[in-house]
């Protein structure tokens, strides 16, 4: 029989009658599970309502890019030039804000630009208020539509930022809302081209990660933080930017390099870039294989091609770009590889610039 010294040592000093006290009630156990019920529920509701203003800003932003006469004519201010230009502004925020909330799994900040935004609308609808040209009665119906927005904005921000949402640690750790989402939106680029070099160069090449920039036009820079670890920063559509970190999961060398994204990161994604001796002794064929979750789905990798910037242009046009980095030791593009018309002749102040005619072929390369 063990005695109650030994059963104190068993539960390191503690007593058994002291432990036992500490035992919750089959009544504690149900409030607490109820309580639990309740936090998921509303987390569960939170996340929802910020998707459906993430989904409300990418419609209305392409509503205001793709007609900002009509929009402007809807609620009641005149439609000249400057109005255009303004709504079409508008547009570009919208989207922005909206592909920055469904692509974020704490999507808080993004949800404050929100109302950030929605205070900038107000005021220039307090604006044309006092406008002669303007129609007073749309005006005044459409400052309290956005009146009735910036509330719901201003709630879910709030919710958001105390942490009892969709952007909790249970929120992230779960898969619930943003990131479930995001899983069932994945998308796949595979690429490939043939360069005239050996494969160790090659390799060797884009193995130092900080050469990336010098060829990927998106690209703005990667720091190499530990071992197989880096930091990368890309821009992004309507001018943002996003950054990762991600970790080398395979490494042969001359033959392979393979990475994902860490959890955290902004844009899912992981890839791998294999290395071959091209047929006939021409050099080495390089084959990139990217999968990754665009901001907003399908829509947002819709929104991307919009502005040029859709993953598979980019990946071909970087690879154009790499063997001409690794042929002839730099970047070369003609002017009809840049331009669609007549144009002056000068060279591009932005890699990105070549993306202007989408996949088309550059002449150099």
């Known amino acids: 029989m063990t005695s109650a010294t030994e059963t104190t040592r068993q539960y390191g000093g503690v007593s058994g009658e002291r432990r036992i006290g500490y035992t919750a009630s089959p009544a504690q156990y149900r409030r607490r599970a109820t309580d639990l019920a309740d936090t998921y529920e509303q987390e569960d509701s939170v996340q929802r309502r910020a998707r459906g203003l993430g989904w409300f800003s990418i419609g209305l932003g392409l509503a205001e890019m793709a007609a900002p006469r009509a929009v402007a004519r809807l609620i009641g201010i005149s439609d000249d030039d400057e109005t255009r230009n303004t709504m079409f502004a508008l547009g570009v925020r919208e989207i922005t804000s909206g592909i920055g909330i469904l692509s974020n799994s704490r999507p808080t900040g993004w949800v404050w630009s929100r109302v950030g935004g929605d205070l900038m609308d107000l005021a220039l609808l307090g604006k044309a208020m006092n406008q002669d040209e303007n129609d007073r009665q749309r005006v005044a ?91 990368w920063k890309a821009k992004a559509p309507a001018g943002t930017s996003v950054e990762w970190d991600a970790q080398i999961t395979e490494d042969r060398p001359d033959e392979l390099i393979a990475w994902r994204a860490l959890p955290e990161a902004e844009i899912p994604n992981s890839g791998s870039v294999r290395f071959s001796d091209a047929p006939g002794n021409r050099g080495t064929e390089v084959r990139v294989d990217l999968q990754y979750q665009p901001p907003g789905g399908k829509l947002g990798s819709w929104v991307a091609k919009l502005f040029g910037e859709e993953p598979a242009q980019q990946v071909k046009g970087d690879l154009r770009r790499f063997k001409q980095v690794m042929e002839i030791g730099e970047i070369v593009h003609s002017d009809a590889s840049i331009h669609s018309g007549p144009h002056p002749a000068y060279p591009p102040e932005d890699l990105a610039d070549v993306e202007l005619l989408g996949n088309r072929p550059s002449t150099a390369s």
């Open 141 to 231: 119906a459409a400052t309290a539509a956005v009146l009735g927005v910036t509330v719901l904005d201003f709630m879910t921000g709030q919710q958001l930022s105390r942490g009892s949402n969709g952007g909790s640690e249970h929120g992230a750790r779960s898969g619930n809302g943003f990131s479930r989402a995001s899983r069932q939106q994945g998308i796949q680029v595979t690429e490939a081209i043939t360069i005239n070099r050996p494969r160790n160069e090659v390799y060797g090449f884009w193995h130092n990660f900080e050469n990336l920039p010098r060829f990927m036009a998106h690209l703005e820079s990667v720091e190499v933080t530990g071992e197989g670890r880096s930091h």
